[in-house]
Structure formats: structure tokens, C-alpha cells
């Protein structure tokens, strides 16, 4: 008995419904600090994007919001199978990131398919002029990279001032 079912779980597992390596894990576990390590380290020394040089620039920290974003927009790229910087709805990442909530003054987005790890899609970004100009971008100070199945997606962003608080008057009676 115990061969039958293994032969029906090895007939399933392999014949029926084959796992390709992006299906083990939906999204995978990133390590954010190795990440904004990586980035900085590159924004620390400058770099050339294209033929242009790229001064060093400050650095970034990691934003939540854009995580969300950016692993919102993984995922969709997955279940429909595209790849675009736009939504399958035709939204750009500020329409996308203001429906969210995040008050931007300057956005950003990198975006991969198919590495297996961070470096490798920051190699790829970094031989990208556009993309490498993204990460050297001095106007951003906030990022997030998310991974789900074979997709890589980067947000950047700077948020507008927070504006202060106005006090309306209250009217005497």
C-alpha cells in the first residue's frame, strides 16, 4: 500500500503538477538590511550609469508603504503575466502610491524578472542606464524592494513635507 501512494504522490508531484523553482515560494523572504546595505554602498561610492558618472549620493532607509507597493505590483505582474512599469489599469506608481496613501514628492521604480537573488537584479539594474540612474537618484530617501515568484519590483520615493496642523478660530457667541 505504501508504494501505491507513493507512486500516486510521484505521479502528481511530477506528471501532473510540476513545480518550477518560482512556485516553492509565493514571495520570498528578503533581507531588508542586506538590501539597503547594497544600495548605499553603491550611492556611497557613486558610480557609471551609461557613460555618465554618478556623484555620490545619501543615502536611503526602508519604507513600509513602499514595500506594500512594490509587492502589490509583483504580484499583479504574476497573476497576469506582464511586466510594465504601469498597472494592468494603466496607473503609473505616483497614481499608485497616492492611492495608497503615500504623499510623494518624488517617486521611483526599478523592476526585474527572473533573478534569483537581490545582487543579480542589482547587477542587471546597475548595467540598465535608466535604472542605474534610479538608484543614484539624489532627490530619494525612502526604498523598498519586494520579490514574489520571479519578480523583482524597487520603489523609491520622497515624501512631501508634512504641512502643519491649521486651527480654525473658534467664533464666539
Known amino acids: 500500500m505504501k508504494i501505491i501512494l507513493s507512486i500516486i504522490v510521484f505521479i502528481y508531484a511530477v506528471i501532473i503538477h510540476p513545480v518550477s523553482d518560482y512556485e516553492v515560494s509565493y514571495s520570498f523572504d528578503i533581507d531588508k538590511e542586506e538590501i539597503i546595505n547594497e544600495v548605499n554602498k553603491l550611492r ?9 558618472y554618478q556623484q555620490p549620493v545619501g543615502p536611503v532607509k526602508w519604507n513600509q508603504t513602499l514595500y506594500d507597493s512594490a509587492m502589490s505590483h509583483a504580484r499583479e505582474m504574476s497573476k ?14 505616483g497614481q499608485r502610491l497616492t492611492k495608497i496613501g503615500y504623499p510623494w514628492k518624488v517617486v521611483g521604480e526599478n523592476i526585474a524578472e527572473g533573478q534569483r537573488k537581490f545582487s543579480q537584479a542589482m547587477d542587471d539594474w546597475i548595467e540598465s542606464e535608466t ?4 538608484l543614484m537618484d539624489k532627490r530619494v530617501d525612502e526604498m523598498a ?3 514574489y ?5 524597487q520603489h523609491f ?3 512631501l513635507p508634512k504641512q502643519p496642523q491649521r486651527y480654525k478660530k473658534r467664533s464666539s457667541n
Do not use: E, I, P, T
Not at 497576469?80 to 506608481?93: D, I, Q
Not at 535604472?131 to 534610479?134: A, I, L, P
Not at 515568484?149 to 519590483?153: D, G
Open 131 to 134: 535604472h542605474c540612474k534610479m
Open 80 to 93: 497576469y503575466n506582464f511586466f510594465s512599469h504601469y498597472s494592468r489599469s494603466g496607473k503609473n506608481l
Open 157 to 159: 520615493g520622497k515624501q
Open 149 to 153: 515568484k520571479k519578480y523583482w519590483v
Open 44 to 52: 556611497a561610492k557613486g558610480c557609471y550609469c551609461g557613460n555618465d
Open 145 to 147: 524592494v519586494a520579490r
